[in-house]
């Protein structure tokens, strides 16, 4: 049985750039999660977001730590173990000659990487059948880059993000049920919200959100336009009641 811990780190930004943040999260040996870290970027890219959240986990564990990393960026990963011994050599220039991007934060997570036992394990993002502490960064980074501010164990948490895939399942039975309740109070309340929730269009989330009753929504899933955000299409009869 390996001693070494599990943990996950993700990055996110809402249009690339973009409002954008970064989290963290940390399991025992058997990848049961224990704590986690989320904070605001302001805008910036995705990339800037990956790196920030690695860096980040990093800078939260313990010189000597033994530590297995997933992440699901390629860009990130590659950054710090094949791509940046070239660079140093070059002078932190790119094989085209170019600045290397985000510099500053490579060589900060170079000098951590030094003090630590790492091993980066790649996994693919957003897949039902994914790895679950993934789930997690993913979630707390996309929460963090729609609310700008900073959560997590530290900051009196209490309990670990739940992927948007879950939350989504549980909270479009709401919007439902309460349209219900709308139609047997008067009927003609009730077959206006139905009409005007069938005159919206809905489409395919590119990105994973907020929607206006609380909850969120995960790449893939249907949303519509509900006043000046997106959100599920069951929440519009809600909203306009």
């Known amino acids: 049985m390996s001693d070494r811990i599990i943990a996950a780190c993700d990055g996110a930004a809402k249009g690339n750039p973009g409002p954008a943040g970064w989290a963290w999260v940390v399991a025992d040996t058997q990848g049961r999660p224990e704590r986690w870290e989320a904070g605001p970027l302001g805008r910036a890219t995705n990339n800037v977001g990956e790196l920030t959240a690695l860096q ?4 939260s564990l313990a010189p000597g730590t033994a530590v297995e ?3 699901d960026s390629q860009y990130a990963m590659k950054a710090v173990t094949q791509w940046l011994p070239a660079w140093k050599r070059n002078g932190w220039k790119t094989a085209a000659g170019k600045p290397v991007a985000n510099r500053e934060l490579v060589e900060q997570i170079d000098a951590l990487l030094a003090e630590r036992d790492v091993e980066f394990r790649y996994v693919p993002a957003h897949r039902e059948d994914g790895d679950h502490l993934n789930a997690i960064a993913d979630q707390a980074a996309s929460d963090a880059a729609v ?4 959560a997590g164990t530290a900051l009196g948490s209490a309990s670990m993000p739940v992927p948007a895939p879950a939350r989504t399942s549980a909270s479009r039975s709401k919007p439902a049920a309460g349209a219900g309740a709308g139609a047997g109070a008067g009927a003609g309340a009730g077959a206006g919200a139905k009409k005007s929730t069938r005159s919206r269009s809905s489409i395919k989330a590119k990105f994973p959100g907020s ?8 790449v893939g899933d249907m949303i519509t ?4 955000r997106w959100g599920h299409p069951g929440c519009a009869s809600a909203l306009e009641a």
């Not at 980040?56 to 800078?59: G, N, S, V």
């Not at 929607?211 to 995960?218: D, I, L, N, V």
């Not at 336009?225 to 000046?228: Q, W, Y």
């Open 147 to 150: 609310t700008q501010q900073a």
């Open 69 to 71: 990393v997933r992440m």
């Open 225 to 228: 336009k509900l006043d000046s």
């Open 211 to 218: 929607c206006p009753c609380g909850t969120s929504y995960a």
């Open 56 to 59: 980040r986990l990093l800078e």
